[in-house]
């Protein structure tokens, strides 16, 4: 995108827009004229201002990537999302030109859209200036400021303090793929809608009513649903958040998505009981190796995990199997399915470590692409229902993946495979467990996977400043508040007992209304949003108040507010809009966040040395997209073999999202064959020795 263009066509747009508004007196619309004229001088100031910013940055990020063939970095993902501001506006501001005079021009819902964008633009600036000081204080090439406390705690109080509602109401998703825009409108529209039903004791046909109605008036209102975004992310409470994930666990809506998934004749779940194994050596294969159980926390537990498998397969119907299975009776069985045809094993075992901030969801919330792999690649897959955080603090997640990973080599004919290659794939909080697993199999000397494929890894769980981690102040999938309580949670700042809302806090308490008002809502407000929000499709609606009537930021402070303390030397006779309800966000400064095996990105090269091949599929619009290139880096130098490749206009999370959009199946597809490759090199590396340095196989994507 050539960044000169677009602030050129700004310029013009802006121009076009004065003169036309700044017209004879008898033209229409007189107040909403002047409030456009406005906004349309204000943005042409911070057009002027930052394309020096985006000029500077464009000369220099490409010494942050992984390498020539993968560009791919914080500052370049942070030019992009301030180029498709533009766009944005520069589409809106030739529309307001062209259609000023007409009859149908809906004046006040136009204004109204422009301002807010004018108020995202001034927000990205500052953002932009918080990553000119990342550039000035951090050494070349690096992307973190691991040392540099001042700069973390600059940025946590930034967040703490700034607007942020304009991203979550009319201007939610701009960066992103546009298919995906509905999806998180409805997402963030049932997040509040059931932020305000959370602690209300009704239940049935009058909670149902009351989020019904709740609701509407979120779609009708995007400048409401912005604030009420904001007010539920500042000072997030963990078992709201982990309540509203978890209701992609609710029988209705996963009953949906297998109806939309791959059919597979193998889907049930295991339970593990916590016995010492004996697993061969990897050195010397004569020897064995004790591996203990999970304890951590409340002693020895049984360990969950599922089986799904597209082909009934040698082993997968044995009664020594099925007396694992937690279902009652067993789920399968060929004499229930006599016209299955059961197939051989497989030489190829995937384990599975499934995403959600390690404190929400399981391996259910993640069946719609697991189904697609196991049909795709011909290959069982063993997902693990690791025990959540804050409840279960590190290490017990670690232990009961390494557990799960240690059972299954030793178990592997009864999952329908030979295990000659074995791969772990994880996303997000999976990820980081992949890595982690393959750390703990090498200081534990047994077998190591054959290989890794990790999309968006968590490698760095801390606040450190990063300015792809500057996107957690606009991201409506992964705020800061909401990262930093995972990271809180899962490092066990919070200690103590956490208390279940009355009527709300567990699965079994969510109640069928609830789930079905967001089934609901997950098929119709990508429609009801269209129909009052897309100028192009309609002319009517209700309108919002306008930026008037709610005051001149709809309800941001442009005073810096003292309440925050020192603050960013930001240029002069510019100050970012600030949040009239401040976040309490409470810094990592949890010893165990530095744990190697908590962080891999800070693990030492005698942890990191004798990991397998390493495939890593980030996002550039990914607030972890740092800690990807970061680690592929740092794999890369140590001469360890990794690839990165770095999707496009996808958020944090698109493998779950994969089937609502053309551009996540290509991402969920670039993941099938990173694992492929690793299943596909059985011959073609030789797996070296604990302490060994194997050759290096840097990639890219």
């Known amino acids: 995108m050539d960044y000169k263009a677009v602030f050129a066509a700004l310029e013009i747009v802006c121009e076009d827009n004065n003169s036309n508004l700044c017209g004879p007196s008898d033209l229409p619309y007189g107040a909403v004229a002047r409030r456009l004229v406005t906004c349309m001088r204000e943005i042409q100031e911070h057009g002027r201002a930052l394309e020096p910013v985006i000029a500077s940055f464009s000369a220099i990020f490409h010494h942050y990537d992984f390498d020539a063939q993968t560009p791919g970095n914080g500052y370049r993902t942070l ?34 859209e422009m301002e807010a964008y004018c108020s995202a633009l001034c927000q990205l600036r500052a953002l932009l200036h918080l990553a000119e000081q990342l550039i000035h204080d951090n050494g070349y090439g690096q992307l973190y400021s691991l040392q540099d406390g001042d700069l973390s705690r600059q940025f946590v109080q930034e967040y703490s303090s700034m607007h942020k509602a304009c991203f979550y109401g009319r201007c939610l998703g701009f960066q992103f793929s546009p298919a995906l825009r509905p999806f998180l409108q409805t997402v963030v529209i049932s997040m509040v809608t059931y932020g305000e039903t959370y602690s209300k004791q009704q239940s049935g046909l009058g909670l149902a009513a009351l989020s019904l109605l709740t609701s509407g008036k979120y779609v009708i209102d995007p400048e409401l649903r912005g604030a009420e975004f904001e007010r539920i992310t500042q000072n997030l409470d963990m078992q709201f958040w982990k309540s509203f994930w978890n209701l992609t666990e609710s029988g209705l809506l996963a009953g949906f998505s297998r109806i939309a998934s ?79 045809q059961k197939q051989p094993r497989s030489p190829w075992l995937l384990i599975h470590f499934h995403g959600g901030g390690f404190v929400a969801q399981t391996s259910r919330s993640h069946e719609n692409y697991l189904r697609s792999w196991s049909k795709v690649l011909g290959v069982p897959i063993l997902s693990v229902d690791y025990s959540l955080s804050p409840e279960a603090p590190f290490p017990r997640a670690l232990e009961e993946c390494f557990y799960a990973y240690c059972w299954a080599l030793n178990n592997c004919h009864l999952l329908g495979s030979t295990a000659e290659r074995v791969c772990l794939a994880g996303d997000s909080a999976g990820g980081n467990l992949c890595i982690t697993v393959s750390m703990k199999a090498i200081c534990s000397g047994v077998r190591v996977p054959d290989g890794i494929m990790a999309a968006y890894p968590a490698t760095l769980l801390t606040t450190d400043a990063s300015p792809s981690r500057l996107l957690t102040l606009i991201d409506p999938l992964l705020p800061l508040g909401v990262l930093t309580k995972c990271i809180n949670a899962y490092a066990g700042a919070h200690s103590q007992t956490v208390q279940t809302a009355a009527g709300s806090g567990s699965l079994s308490a969510l109640g069928r209304d609830t789930a079905a008002l967001l089934s609901d809502l997950t098929q119709g407000a990508s429609n009801w949003i269209q129909s009052f929000l897309d100028p192009m499709r309609t002319t009517g609606g209700t309108r919002s108040l306008s930026s008037a009537q709610r005051g001149p930021t709809g309800g941001a402070a442009r005073n810096p507010a003292a309440q925050c303390g020192a603050q960013v030397d930001y240029p002069e006779g510019f100050e970012p809009m600030r949040s009239e309800c401040l976040a309490f966000v409470r810094p990592t400064s949890c010893p165990i966040i530095r744990n190697p095996f908590v962080s891999p990105l800070l693990a030492p090269a005698s942890l990191l040395r004798g990991l397998p091949p390493v495939h890593i599929v980030a996002s550039a619009l990914d607030a972890l997209l740092d800690d990807s290139v970061m680690f592929a880096k740092k794999l890369r130098d140590m001469g360890q073999p990794v690839s990165l490749t770095v999707v496009e206009d996808l958020p944090h999370g698109f493998l779950s999202l994969y089937q609502l959009a053309k551009e996540t199946e290509v991402a969920a597809d670039i993941c099938v064959e990173q694992m492929r490759t690793i299943f596909q090199q059985g011959n073609l590396r030789k797996r070296p020795k604990p302490g060994e340095t194997p050759p290096s196989a840097s990639q890219s994507g």
């Open 79 to 112: 030019a992009k999302v301030l180029l498709s501001c533009l766009l944005h506006i520069i589409h809106k501001g030739r529309y307001i030109a062209s259609n000023y005079n007409s009859a149908f021009f809906r004046a006040d819902h136009n204004a109204s």
């Open 262 to 340: 791959y059919p597979v004749q193998v889907n049930f779940t295991l339970s593990v009981p916590p016995v010492p194994l004996q697993l061969p050596l990897a050195s010397d294969p004569s020897l064995t190796a004790t591996v203990s159980p999970p304890i951590a926390h409340w002693g020895p537990g049984p360990v969950h995990m599922r089986l799904i498998s597209c082909e009934l397969r040698e082993g997968q119907d044995s009664e020594e199997l099925l007396a694992y299975s937690r279902g009652d009776p067993p789920t399968i069985s060929t004499s229930h399915l006599p016209w299955v």
